[in-house]
């Protein structure tokens, strides 16, 4: 954990007891990105893309078709801020071409997802057509269980290392003198745009890889995103699958903002 409190994350080794949950996930992950009302929500991208937001069909506890969640990424997860209620998994699946344009995407957004993968800190909503920034949703951890077999190129994870330090201070400061039960209705994004330009600036950009059976468990406020699929790589029809868990913390932005 150590690891995660200086870089922003971690990769865990393979570990027996996820290798038995993802072999029950993943036919459910498949089926969720062949069933036509989970297509219509969240095939994006011109296709290159499912985002599949709460796709997966498990409990609040993880489970799926009774088989538990144990994994040691979790565990180690648990001991930041104890058990918290899983949502259904985000399925995020991508394919050869990624990425493409998105429908109502600008050109910016567009290269902005060729050129930074899209980096992004999740919880901190984009809202309106000026598309401003709020801290409406601070999770408490992110965990990326690969569900199947991909080579290196295929559009991997990719974090900043240490990005989490300079995003909490820039939100710190931008929140500080007001009531922190206040701080999800703040307006953060210049403070959000200038923090984002400093990580690429002075972090540096790592591609993370994984097998199933493998987790990763990324720190709350890492900035990541997803790599444009390398030409050349090749896949099989499920693309790229990852499933993601992001409980979110209770007690709002002021207790995603403290330091751990």
Excluded at 87 to 94: E, L, P
Excluded at 116 to 143: K, Q, S, Y
Excluded at 158 to 172: D, P
Aim: contains cysteine; proline residues 8%; aromatic residues 8%.
């Amino acid at each position: 954990m150590a690891d995660l409190a200086r870089d922003g994350w971690v990769v865990f080794p393979t570990d027996p007891g996820l290798l038995d949950w993802v072999r029950v996930a993943l036919p459910r992950a498949r089926a969720a990105v062949a069933d036509p009302r989970q297509r219509a929500l969240g095939l994006v991208c011109e296709g290159t893309w499912f985002v599949g937001i709460d796709a997966l069909d498990n409990d609040s506890d993880g489970a799926v078709d009774g088989v538990p969640l144990r994994a040691q990424a979790r565990a180690a997860a648990e001991g930041l801020f104890g058990p918290l209620p899983l949502h259904r998994a985000q399925v995020s699946v991508v394919w050869p071409g990624y990425p493409r344009p998105r429908a109502g995407e600008s050109d910016a957004a567009f290269r902005y997802r060729q050129r930074r993968d899209g980096a992004h800190l999740d919880g901190l909503l984009p809202e309106g057509a000026a598309r401003r920034r709020f801290f409406r949703e601070p999770h408490a951890w992110i965990m990326g269980l690969p569900l199947n077999e991909c080579p290196i190129g295929a559009s991997p994870l990719v974090v900043w290392r240490g990005s989490h330090h300079i995003l909490r201070h820039a939100l710190l400061r931008a929140c500080a003198g007001h009531p922190p039960e206040t701080w999800s209705d703040l307006d953060l994004t210049e403070a959000y745009t200038a923090a984002r330009a400093e990580v690429f600036a002075t972090c540096e950009r790592v591609e993370l890889h994984a097998a199933p059976g493998q987790a990763y468990l990324l720190h709350r406020l890492a900035l990541h995103g997803v790599a444009p699929w390398v030409e050349g790589v090749p896949a099989t029809a499920d693309g790229r699958m990852i499933a993601y868990f992001r409980p979110i913390l209770p007690g709002g932005a002021a207790s995603s903002l403290q330091e751990s």
